[in-house]
Structure formats: structure tokens, C-alpha cells
């Protein structure tokens, strides 16, 4: 179960933020605004306390929280994120992971490991790691052997096309995964059950359990309805300005 979201508000510059996809256009600030709103309301929906930040201008891409920490059971994990431009990120957010856990309980991923919590996916005690154009082999060897040393375990996927590993594959508990091209055959994923994103909904592939619900996005009818056949309780919220700069779901939040 979870207990906690951490969050960050999106500033202005959010129409800066680093974008694969610039034919969607920049995001409209107003109503990246709301659509924040509507995504914590969600998380409050599924029985967390949200920690909400203010946001910073500084830092186009500072709303996605989730590339700055990755956090376990019985540790927070600093990161270091790969990209240039988001690279401060993992500092500001360390006030608020020290009011959550001591210091001997927060590791770091240090240069010139890097690696961003989009690209960890954690099932249960072990985490699978995308080596990305943003995780490097040197801050997967890190995380690991942080990991261990905790009780915990992890294992790297190495990927083709998306940006970060939780882009194309989610883990919604009871064995079963969200998986959406690249992933569907990926020897690391055989032994769970799989929902398969069709190709034109691929960025739905970025859904969040949350304590028995899964919020998906708004906009993506065929694996909303693959999602409740499968059992679940759907929340939706709309996320368009987010996904103008290549963000989903599950990177507006850290979930413990
Ligand atoms: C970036 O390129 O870093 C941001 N525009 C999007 C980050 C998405 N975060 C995530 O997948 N965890």
C-alpha cells in the first residue's frame, strides 16, 4: 500500500521542457495548471497523503518528480539525472526526502553514474532498470549494489526506442504488467501476465496502481477497457500538456 505522493507544481517555463514530439506544440501553462489539480485530487482519490511542492521556474521539467529519487521500502535513493538540464533536480527534492527518512537511510547515485527514476520500475522487492539515453551502465551498477545491501534486488533491461523503461511498461501488482510495443516480447517480462497497449494508444502504457486503482489517462478507450476487464478500478485524469513534453502519468509523482 501507499502512503505518500510527492508532487511539484509545473512553473511557467513548463513550455521549455525538453520534448521529443514538437509537433504537438508547447504546453499551455493554464491548463497544465488544472490538469495538475485534477491529478492530485486522483491521488488523494486512491487514500494518500499528497505532498505538494511549489514549483521551479529554474527548471523546465521539474513537475516530473519522479527522475529524482527512487524510493524503497526501507531506503530513498537520490538520483543523478542524465540530462543536463534536469540534472539539479535530484538536490532540490532532497529536503523533502529528508523529512521522510533519516540520513543513513538516503543513497546517491554519483557521477559518473547517472540514472533517472522513470527508468525504474519496482515489482515488489526488485526493481528493473532501463539502460537509457538517460541511465548509464555505471549508475545501474551503483543502484544495484545499493539495492542488495538493503535486501532489495534489481536487474537491467536495456532499451531500444522509448525514453525511459516505465514509457512502454507498468506494473499494476497481481502479476500483471501494462506493456506496449518493445516490451511485449521482452524475455525479462515472461513470466507475467501482460494487458498489450495497442500501438496508437502506446503512451497509455504510463498508468499508475495506486492501492488497488489504476489512474490512467484520459483519451485511451481500449486499454481503459482492458484495464477494467482485467479488474481494476479506473481513475482518469487528463494529462495532454504533460504529454506534449514527453511526460506521463506516473513521472508527476514519487508513490511510497
Ligand atoms: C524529459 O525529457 O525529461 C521530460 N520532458 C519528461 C520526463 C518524463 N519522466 C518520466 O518518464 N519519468
Not at 497523503?49 to 527548471?59: F, G, I, M, N, P
Amino acid at each position: 500500500m501507499f502512503k505518500n505522493a510527492i508532487v511539484k507544481r509545473p512553473g511557467k517555463s513548463l513550455s521549455e521542457g525538453i520534448t521529443s514530439a514538437p509537433e504537438l506544440g508547447k504546453p499551455i501553462y493554464e491548463l497544465a495548471i488544472k490538469q495538475h489539480d485534477a491529478y492530485i485530487e486522483a491521488l488523494k482519490a486512491t487514500g494518500v497523503t499528497v505532498t505538494v511542492l511549489e514549483a521551479d521556474e529554474r527548471y523546465p521539467d521539474s513537475c516530473f518528480v519522479e527522475d529524482t529519487a527512487v524510493i524503497t521500502r526501507n531506503c530513498a535513493i537520490s538520483t543523478n539525472p542524465g540530462a543536463g538540464t534536469r540534472n539539479g533536480e535530484a538536490q532540490e527534492m532532497l529536503p523533502t526526502l529528508k523529512k521522510f527518512f533519516a540520513d543513513e537511510d538516503i543513497e546517491y547515485i554519483k557521477a559518473p553514474g547517472t540514472l533517472e527514476g522513470g527508468d525504474v520500475m519496482m515489482v515488489g522487492d526488485h526493481f528493473y532498470v532501463g539502460r537509457s539515453a538517460r541511465t548509464n551502465e555505471e549508475g545501474i551498477r551503483q543502484f544495484i549494489e545499493i539495492l542488495e545491501r538493503r535486501g532489495l534486488s534489481g536487474s537491467e533491461v536495456p532499451l531500444e526506442h522509448v525514453l525511459h523503461l516505465k514509457t512502454g511498461v507498468n506494473y499494476i501488482e497481481n502479476d500483471t504488467m501494462l506493456v506496449s510495443g518493445e516490451f511485449v516480447e521482452k524475455p525479462d517480462f515472461a513470466r507475467f501476465k501482460k494487458i498489450i497497449i495497442p500501438e496508437d494508444e502506446a503512451y497509455a502504457a504510463n498508468c499508475i496502481w495506486m492501492n488497488g486503482k489504476v489512474i490512467v489517462p484520459e483519451g485511451y478507450p481500449v486499454t481503459t477497457e482492458r484495464i477494467r476487464e482485467a479488474g481494476y478500478e479506473v481513475i482518469i485524469t487528463d494529462t495532454s500538456e504533460y504529454k506534449k513534453i514527453d511526460g506521463g502519468l506516473s513521472c508527476l509523482s514519487l508513490r511510497f
